[in-house]
């Protein structure tokens, strides 16, 4: 049994002073809080200015403090064992403990910088001959002196830094301390290295919990006695279960609340790395989203039930594309107005106007930002949500998606990977492992290269898929569909790439790796095979069925009432005539509409109910996928395949029957 950590956000309104009972307003509260925050982020930002060097940067690196031993995982431990003290200004009062949460955050800051140190460093030893494109070799060396879960959009990223660098003083940087300045400090107060001279946190129910911490009196305490002790009533979001632990909390202010950010944790079942027999595969796909199917490992071979189950986030996808367009739209039109404002002075009668549109652009701007934020998020966590509830389902104990770091978009930007690069992939990865690892199911990672171009019935890497927009137009030229020559397959490409998928990492899940740091898993060496489709078991028909029952089956009698026969047994209904006023048997489906218009009112009561069909209109029933109102994804506007569970196959057959879906 292993724990789960996870960070809920909450919102303080209020609080108590201790010591007089006075309630503190929210207003002041904030107030309070931001003294608190400004004074722990003075100190973090003179700490981690003054250790901003090559030296300080490597004598930390090395782990070993000025005593010769290990440095602890703790930062703030970690930064006195080193000898790096900070003071607070003269005539401010701030008690040990205050200096310890500005410590740890300076830990943080600077642990943070040595990756990216080693980042740098690995680009500026490996940069290629061509600076636009790094051949198989390069990216191999430049792999081998990168540390762990470095993604493609870092190295891109530092790799633009680099070179705009190297083109504007004509030389590479010597290190990260070169290249750019030291990292600004958050607003907050990291309460993670106090202890109970400066916070408590206690549970007030299942719902609420209460936090005491020592809050200034004043911007700049001069004594002990300007600080005092707040009681702070906090509730605890729906997400916190009941048994959870809760940790010490991160303060800030945001929007003009007090917000608490506050880390728990949950016992969690262990989620092994092999053994798996059933699972599911998602595919990052060109037509939605997601696409998964589940597979059963029988053997030496992978078999699926012929269905896929898909989450379409078009809608949400148009949306954001629509914001990021009209943020793009207001930040050109700011950085317009900041020029026209950069070329005139304040005494010149147009700055006033100028200044005050430029400023309401900019919360424009910010306000879109934030939106885009919030959409994104609600994104991530609807479709992990229902990539879980799938694979929970199906039964399955491990999901299996692609590596994020084999799919950067290349190419123009209007290019069909280039507009799935702006997804967010990332989290939800992140997000998936995270509702995972609740129902101890495993998350891995396989390679993604190769998944759309083989066939996964037949294609064991050597027989390639046809792409064509529809099964009816095989011979046009497109993504959407695909086709095999050799044998017949003909199904969605996602369809088919998250088979062959599911079929790796069950396959090859003995060569499942385990990331010490970060505890992802992920599979390297690609182990093929063909997928199956059999075919489930089917409900016999109403024929069927009748003939397999007998007399008494159909006219089952209680045994008191076999003796004796008090009444006669009603004879069926039997057509007598075509015309349906002579003939007694009635029908069982009666039309939900008129088939001819209605008579025109003849007198003065009312119209007949009913109206004509018209022409053009849709059918009554729905097909494709659910929306939803059937499964709860968060957005009006988002498809996705219903939570069914995975369809038993009729025992174990020798070879599962293909289905061919056209």
Known sequence: MSELTATASCTAYAAVVEASGEVVAQGLLVRRVAWLAGLTGDLTARLVAVRWNAADLDALASGVGLDGRALPSKGWMALR??????????????????????????????????????????????WPQNAG?????????????????????????????????RDEHGVFPAGLTELEGPPKVAAQVVLAAADRQLLTLQRAGSRSARLRVRLPLVESPASAREWAWHLLPVALPPTVPPEAALCAPTVRVAKGRVCVDLPFRIPIGFAPATGHVVGCGFDWGLNTLLTGVAGRLAGERVVCDGRS???????????????????????????????????????????????TACQALGVEHERLRARIRHLNKALTWSAARWAVDQATAAGASVI???????????????????????????????????????????????PA???????????TGTSLLTHCPAPDRLAERGWRWAFCPACGLSCDRDWAAAERIVS??????????????????????????????????????RAARRARRTRTDLHPRPAARDRAKNRPTPKRPTRTSANP?????????????????????????????????????????????????????????????????LIEHRGSPKQATP???T
């Open 659 to 661: 289905v061919r879906v």
């Open 581 to 645: 006023r002579n003939n007694p048997m009635t029908f069982s489906r009666v039309p939900d509409r008129r088939t001819v218009p209605a008579p025109p009112p003849t007198g003065g009561g009312q119209r007949p109910a009913g109206h004509a069909p018209k022409p053009g209109r849709h059918p009554p029933y729905r097909t494709g996928h659910v929306r939803n109102s059937h499964h709860r994804t968060g957005f009006h506007h988002a498809k996705a395949t219903p939570v069914l569970t």
């Open 504 to 541: 790796r990492g069950l396959l090859g899940q003995n060569a499942t790796r385990t990331r010490r740091a970060t505890g992802a898993r992920t599979i390297a060496t690609i182990v093929e095979g063909n997928v199956a489709r059999a075919r489930p078991t089917r409900k016999l028909t």
């Open 449 to 459: 290269r190769g998944t759309s171009r083989y066939c996964p019935r037949c294609g």
């Open 309 to 355: 189950f898909a989450y379409d986030a078009s809608g949400v996808s148009a949306k954001l594309h629509r914001l990021r367009a009209e943020r793009e739209h207001l930040a050109a039109k700011h950085r317009h107005l900041e020029r026209l404002l950069a070329g005139i002075t304040p005494v010149d009668s147009r700055y006033v106007a100028l200044s």
């Open 81 to 126: 064992r080193l000898g790096w003290g900070v003071r607070p200004p003269s005539g401010v009062h701030v008690c040990d403990r205050v200096l310890r949460c500005a410590q740890e955050q300076a830990a943080r800051l600077l642990r943070l910088a040595l990756h990216r140190r080693r980042l740098v460093a690995a680009i500026v030893a490996t």
């Open 133 to 165: 494109v790094r051949t198989s070799a390069e990216w191999e060396a430049l792999r081998a002196l990168l540390p762990g879960e470095v993604s493609a959009a870092d190295i891109r990223n530092r790799t633009r830094q680099v070179r705009a660098y």
């Open 400 to 446: 299996y998606v692609e590596d994020l770091a084999t799919l950067e978009a290349r190419g123009r930007r209007g290019s069909v990977n280039a507009r799935l690069s702006g997804q967010v992939r990332g989290q939800i990865v992140e997000a998936i492992r995270h509702l995972a690892a609740k129902h101890a199911i495993a998350v891995v990672t396989v």
